[in-house]
């Protein structure tokens, strides 16, 4: 029972720590990589709109509160701006600027940026195709990386559903070899599959063991039967014997009887005789009729001593018959 239990409570485990790092690294580099495109993007259109603004044809005009113009892209102290901003897109001869203006609170003047449309959106072609071609590069990384990270774990996993396939098939050998040389998660993996198999092994073995004396303990309780059928067959012909017995007791008893009685007629005969002495000696005359009768009586007499004499005989044999049946039960 301490062995099933045990074999319940083998726990499988699960792949978490280094699978989950690799997937983070995957997932974390194409994030990196736009991160470093968004920055790169940023200085990049950073740098085109100064450059542009320093080729465009308008850029800035410094005006007074009145409306005169002061100058044209002349450096202005933004000291004397701190109010007052205000941007938007204005069309000017079928040419799309961007509009920016700021009035200064001090002297009461503005001044108005007007900036091309085309040399703001000029840098941005290169830094949407620079921004494509990385997105693409870290989308091609990270399947990459998915794949050989799914391509291990896919491996492992028909590993182990092989070796379950041999253990469903009933084999239970195990390359200790192999086991030892796999790491991470998946080493543990295999270990648990491998002490798993030993313990199943043990198990089986265990209830072959159990089966053994299981077939001994029948084939014992066959010969108890057998032993036990012999007694009862033994106590038949006892019972058998017993009733033989009794048969011949009855038999030997009837005979006993019919002997007793036969000795009684003989009494009874010979005081009969003792009679007809008394009256032969009392009458001469009587002599010779009296011997002849006395003659009679001798020969009933020499034929009842037969018919005894055949009695006895068969009493004899009678009880030869219950000396065999006794000796029958004692060897019995």
Known sequence: MSKKRKLHQIKIVVPHSSIRLQLITGFLVPIIFIIIIG???YQKSYEGLTQNYEKSALTAIDMTADGRMISVNNPVDSGLIDTAESSSYVKVDGRRYYYMSAESSVTGGKIVVMVPIEYITAGTKDIRDITIAMIVAACIAAMLIATVITAGITRNIRKSIGRLDCVANGDLTVQEKE????GGEFGKLFEALFHTITRMRSLIMTVAEMKNEVLQSGECVMETSGK????????GYTMEAFGNMSSVMESMIQELDEISGKVDEMNGRRHAVLDKIRAIGDSSEHTVRTTEEINRFLGQQMEDSEALKSEVVKMMDSMKQLENAIETFRLN
Not at 179 to 182: D, E, G, H, I
Not at 228 to 235: D, F, K, L, T
């Open 39 to 41: 920055v790169v993007s």
């Open 228 to 235: 036990v059928n012999e007694m009862v067959e033994s106590a």
């Open 179 to 182: 086991k030892r040389k796999k």
